[in-house]
DNA sequence: GTCTATACGCTGATAGAC
DNA sequence: GTCTATCAGCGTATAGAC
């Protein structure tokens, strides 16, 4: 059950309320930048309202940060499932998470974007929560299938990943200004086949083929 | 001239130790997590002497930003004056960010890891600042010669580097426990040779080779 | 230029009526 | 459960002595 419903009948729980607002105020303008007030009144509630639901500040945020990663968690989850190959796997996700920046940005931004240590210091690294925490496994499952070399599976997930991530920040930021979907075959393909023509390094021809 | 002088003799200019001060607290706490009075106790300063040389918290994070920055792209030019191929180059400059990471880690944790908008609204992205700037240039050179693949600069650029950043911000945030330095070979051959067997995309036999 | 002491707005949080 | 009114503390910034 997603708490974010775009469209929905007047009477909208006031948790949700709560929450959108505050996704909204913590991505545009940053967490400390916000008050409990400024929630407050673009939720439309009022400051009892919210320490009732969430008992502060600190408790929307907590919130927020577990239904989002969930959200993404599923994303991953579903992948894992529908393909089988590392490959098929990975290319999936990166256009998934491409079309995600574009139609539900906020919630990107808050996961990709945040700096959750400095508010939320006793959640762990956000690199080691559930959805990063999938990614690697795929990756490692890919590596025992030899599908890639053998090697550190942080750096096959960095590499994997790590591209597609930093595009998906430069468009937040508002560097790139084509939609991310349009880029993420090309992306994929960069690093599944390599961006190096290899003649120095590694001593074989004719790899420099489809490419676009 | 660097702002930072390790065991300079006793009486450092007073800049530099509220640089310093300033630099160490952002990075552990984040920025608004430290106060100005926080800075001027480590400093060893009194307040009025804070705002008397950087007029406020935020001139402390301007300058700051600013001498950062500029070590930062003087590193990326000494790499392209002292190697002319974008696969020397990107393999010599990641090294040394890696290293970099190791020795001098507040830098690299300030520039690649800080969430300066919340702070610098005024500043530009900091994917447009001129380090960045710089790798892309190095990049779109490599495509220009034929070095790699003709396509989006962005991509190319994002898939060259992004594992590396990744690699850095994992390792900023605990959760990789090896030094970054003997990761570096790796990290560069993933990508620029490919980390898909390629069995499936595209076929040609026998790539799974040099990996270590 | 450096320091101490002080002012004051804002923020997170609570109390208590409805 | 929801609201309004209010509090106490902190954090930035300034005034003015040395």
Redesign the interface.
Known sequence: MPYLRRNAPRPEPIDCRILTAALELFVS??Y??VSVHDVQRRAGVSIGSIYNHFGGKEGIAKALYGHLLNELSELVKEVMESHK?L?ERSRTLIRLLFEFTETRRDIIAFVF???H??FLPDEP????AEPFRRMRDMVEEGMAR???????A???T??????????I??RL????EEPLPE?AE??W??????????E???P?A???????
């Open positions: 303008r940053g400390h930048n190959s490959g974007h945040a700096k240590r400095e690294p956000i690199c080691s030899g599908e890639i070399g053998q090697g550190n942080w750096v096959a960095a590499t994997l990943f790590g591209g597609a991530i930093r595009l920040q430069l930021d508002g560097v790139l880029l090309e992306a393909e960069s690093v599944w086949n390599g961006l190096g023509a290899g120095e390094v590694v074989l004719g790899r420099s083929a489809a490419r676009g």
